[in-house]
């Protein structure tokens, strides 16, 4: 029967593992999705037009602003034998500073930086929960008269997702996208976690304690030592989620907090209670 149990438990520890790297992988997989998609919007019926590929370059959630790097690409008639533009062509992608693209006739396409505020709301205190709106618009035209465009639009800032959809609020010949930037699956997993392990870090904490307290036992070091411990390793702990999220976070009050609170008070309260039983028992032993 002993032998029975073992094996079962075994097995069990197996599928255990097996499961946990299931869910890993696929939390994974999620991400990857999330990196590799690319989003199509736009006059994709136009065989004529401007394929304007926006990569999403770096997203800081502090500044609230998203940089892009924007590559013009000529299709149809707007282009010449070798891939270029035919005409001068401008493209006015409305960012932080408001500056057209000029791509010229029969010239090398290169990419351009173009910064865009982020609204809708957010703010990084909401962190790993907070959330942000970006509107990206923009226009072309090829001499006097303005050409059709499609966005190709996919993200390289692992940190954040995003979610974007055609703007309906478009008119004329603007064509927009309003998109939803979220923390990325990592991100937020591994925000989690922490604040699990911070509270968790507490609960285990402030079992010692009461271990400590309910036995009058003095000073016990391994288990002083043990609230110490937890108590400045904490704050690396909290600093090393993704984002840098400053103090005052919800990630702050919802462990951070919490957990450092409880922790400290097990350890003065095991300290001062246990001193004071430590000189009661020298009391004692110097009467007798």
Request: hydrophobic share 50%; glycine share 8%.
């Amino acid at each position: 029967m002993t032998r029975f149990r073992k094996t079962f438990a075994a097995l069990a520890a197996v599928l255990v593992v097996a499961v946990a790297i299931v869910v890993s992988l696929t939390l994974y997989q999620l991400q990857k999705d999330h990196v590799q998609t690319v989003h199509l919007i736009g006059h994709l019926d136009d065989a004529d037009r401007v394929d304007l590929d926006v990569v999403v370059i770096q997203i800081d959630a502090a500044l609230q602003e998203m940089s892009v790097q924007v590559t013009p690409m000529p299709r149809g008639a707007l282009a010449d034998e070798l891939g270029r533009f035919r005409a001068d062509t401008t493209i006015d992608l409305y960012g932080v500073k408001p500056e057209p693209i000029l791509a010229k006739a029969g010239e090398t396409i290169s990419a351009s930086e173009v910064r865009i505020a982020m609204g809708g709301g957010g703010m990084i205190t909401d962190y790993p929960f907070d959330k942000y709106r970006v509107n990206i618009d923009a226009t072309a035209a090829s001499g006097d008269r303005p050409v059709p465009m499609v966005f190709s639009l996919y993200s390289l800032d692992a940190f954040f997702k995003i979610l974007p959809k055609i703007d309906e609020e478009q008119r004329g010949d603007a064509i927009g996208t309003v998109v939803t930037v979220s923390r990325s699956t990592a991100s937020l997993t591994f925000a989690l976690f922490v604040m699990v392990l911070m509270l968790g870090l507490a609960l285990a904490a402030g079992t010692a304690a009461f271990y400590v307290l309910s036995g009058k036992r003095g000073l016990i070091w391994p288990a002083n030592t043990l609230m110490a411990a937890v108590l400045f390793a904490m704050i690396p702990l909290r600093n090393a989620v993704p984002g840098a999220p400053p103090i005052g976070s919800v990630i702050d009050f919802g462990s951070f907090f919490i957990a450092e609170t409880v922790v400290a008070l097990s350890l003065i309260c095991t300290v001062l209670v246990g001193y004071r039983h430590e000189v009661g028992n020298e009391r004692k032993d110097v009467a007798q």
